[in-house]
């Protein structure tokens, strides 16, 4: 699929990989009521086309400084009608990018704040740059949170900790979220895009069926009991072993050699 652009995404899928970009770095890739279509626009052309996995990541200095206070503040009295405009379309694309059957990696390439802590979280790996510095804002004034940044936060660092993140909106830098969990790898800026095409290929390559049955049986644990979530374990477990990335993977243990998996 060829690279697309509006309004200051772009995305496109080449070599198994689908990408999506936050490219508005003069308006430090914060999402406006067109960002929020465009970004929606993003998600259903990029996993309609089958990738392998998708990277989400921004261009500039900000991965996303969340919502446009510009053009909220441009709204008057009626904030509250734009800000549901621009989440109609912009939460169901979050949720159905969280839940995609394919690894989500978030590539934080600077400061995150906002609406762009759910963007960033709502990857199953995250990764950022030592510059990163991460604020929730939310509190700061005055509003409270949207784009999943909640949610995200809360299941990466516990419901009491992401509550003090959120009341005291502190900047927190990239190596007490990387103690904290909020991010799973820290790189150096110099080797960021290196690290980060390493990993997307390398779980580009990986098995397909086996990432999306992990990302099931982690994702759903909340809601099954240990009965529950066993028996499905065992009937997931037995699909893998009739798909040929099973035998190709006990294949190449075997005989000692990188797995080719999907036919590659």
Known sequence: MEERQADGIRWGVAGGVGRITLDRPAKANTIGLAQGHAFARSVDEVLGAGPRVVLLTGTGRIFCAGGDIDAMAGAGERIDELIGRILDPLHPAIERL??????VVSALNGAVGGA???LALCADTVIATASMKLRTGYAAIGLSPDAGASYFLARRVGTERAKQLFFLSEPIDAPR?????IVDAV????RFT???EALVARLAAAATGSLA???QLC???GARA???HLDLERALLQQAAREPDAAEGSRAFLEKRAPRFGGR
Do not use: F, M, N, Y
Request: aromatic residues 0%; proline residues 7%; charged residues 30%.
């Open 98 to 103: 969280s839940r995609a059957p394919i690894p």
């Open 116 to 118: 762009g802590v759910g």
């Open 177 to 181: 979220c990387l103690a904290l969990g």
């Open 187 to 190: 790189h150096e800026d110099a």
């Open 194 to 196: 290196a690290e980060t």
């Open 213 to 215: 049955r992990i990302k």
């Open 219 to 221: 994702d759903g644990i």
């Open 226 to 228: 240990l009965r529950d």
